[in-house]
């Protein structure tokens, strides 16, 4: 967003902690339900947050969520795989190699510190988590933005 001398509005500080709060609450690892109900229900959320201030400039804000936002749905991911045998063959068919997905399958690290891995990055890529249909943040604003 440039500097055009124009006065422009953004989000308050409420409400985007509140947005995070929400998408914390809805990836939290303990909750129920399958990974497609949890990627519908943030879909719904995202959208009409985002439908909602798209007029705001919050470019390096919403880069950072989405950014957070995959992290935890890896974190969710990686938690829900449980067993180390789980761990393993998940690993194996998104593509890692055997010995690099033994090691990391058997590590003791917590989950949020794994998915900081390159292991898991490779594993559950951006491109992937949209595949599953998750709608990508950034490309939502900017449809938005450009819209008004």
Same mark, same amino acid.
């Given at each position: 967003?440039?500097?055009?001398? =124009?006065?422009?509005?953004?989000?308050? =500080?409420?409400? =985007?902690? *509140?947005?995070?709060? &929400?998408?914390? !609450?809805?990836?939290?690892?303990?909750?129920?339900?399958?990974?497609?109900?949890?990627?519908?229900?943030?879909?719904?959320?995202? $959208?009409?947050?985002?439908?909602?201030?798209?007029?705001?400039?919050? !470019?390096?804000?919403?880069?950072?969520?989405?950014?957070?936002?995959?992290? +935890?749905?890896? $974190?969710?991911?990686? !938690?829900?795989?449980?067993?180390?045998?789980?761990?393993? &063959?998940?690993? +194996? !068919?998104?593509?890692?190699? =055997?010995?690099?997905?033994?090691?990391?399958?058997?590590?003791?690290?917590?989950?949020?510190?794994?998915? &900081?891995?390159?292991?898991?990055? +490779?594993?559950?890529? *951006?491109?992937?988590?949209?595949?599953?249909?998750?709608?990508?943040?950034?490309?939502?604003? $900017? $449809?938005?933005?450009?819209?008004?």
């Amino acid at each position: 967003m440039e500097n055009t001398g =124009k006065v422009r509005s953004r989000p308050s =500080k409420a409400a =985007k902690l *509140k947005f995070r709060n &929400r998408l914390r !609450k809805l990836t939290s690892r303990k909750r129920p339900g399958t990974f497609k109900q949890i990627i519908k229900e943030i879909n719904l959320y995202t $959208q009409g947050w985002i439908n909602y201030y798209g007029i705001g400039d919050m !470019k390096s804000f919403i880069k950072s969520v989405a950014h957070w936002l995959n992290h +935890r749905l890896r $974190q969710l991911c990686w !938690k829900r795989w449980n067993k180390v045998s789980t761990k393993f &063959r998940m690993l +194996r !068919k998104y593509g890692i190699e =055997k010995e690099e997905a033994w090691k990391v399958a058997n590590t003791r690290k917590g989950y949020w510190r794994m998915t &900081r891995t390159h292991t898991l990055h +490779r594993a559950i890529t *951006k491109k992937k988590l949209v595949n599953w249909g998750l709608k990508d943040l950034n490309q939502l604003f $900017q $449809q938005r933005y450009l819209s008004y």
